[in-house]
């Protein structure tokens, strides 16, 4: 059983910058790739960033492409999400997941790949 948990969402404003980490619990043994998905108000969640087991491979949307950045801290057993550049769309809950990964360099984009997740943290753009 992996548990995530998210933390470091808040109020930044337009132009600011704001990390997420998400601790990773549980899992031991398994190869998991991990993303971190949004929903905006009104919204469907979206795919954000993804990473490879690897930490080698990652992958962004488009809304977010040059701005985010994911990587993982094996240390902490962890992965972040760098938010930069923060624009009011960027407005969301920030959910981290976790996806069995067969290969080491695989990547996922699709919600329906991940198998575990987390509760969500707010991240609040202000003008």
């Known amino acids: 059983q992996v548990q995530l948990l998210e933390s470091g969402g808040g109020l930044v404003q337009t132009g600011g910058s704001l990390k997420l980490s998400c601790a990773v619990s549980?899992?031991?043994?398994?190869?998991?790739?991990m993303g971190w998905f949004r929903q905006r108000p009104g919204k469907d969640r979206e795919f954000v960033a993804a990473?490879?087991?690897?930490?080698?491979?990652?992958f962004y949307s488009d809304s977010v492409k040059n701005r985010f950045f994911i990587a993982r801290d094996d240390v902490k057993n962890a992965v972040d999400l760098h938010m930069n550049a923060c624009q009011l769309e960027d407005t969301a809950i920030y959910y981290c997941?976790?996806?069995?990964?067969?290969?080491?360099?695989?990547?996922?984009?699709?919600?329906?790949?991940?198998?575990?997740w987390g509760q969500g943290t707010q991240v609040t753009v202000s003008p």
């Open positions: 990473i490879s087991f690897s930490g080698t491979e990652s």
């Open positions: 549980g899992g031991a043994g398994r190869q998991y790739a």
């Open positions: 997941a976790a996806a069995y990964s067969r290969r080491r360099d695989t990547f996922y984009s699709k919600s329906h790949d991940y198998y575990y």
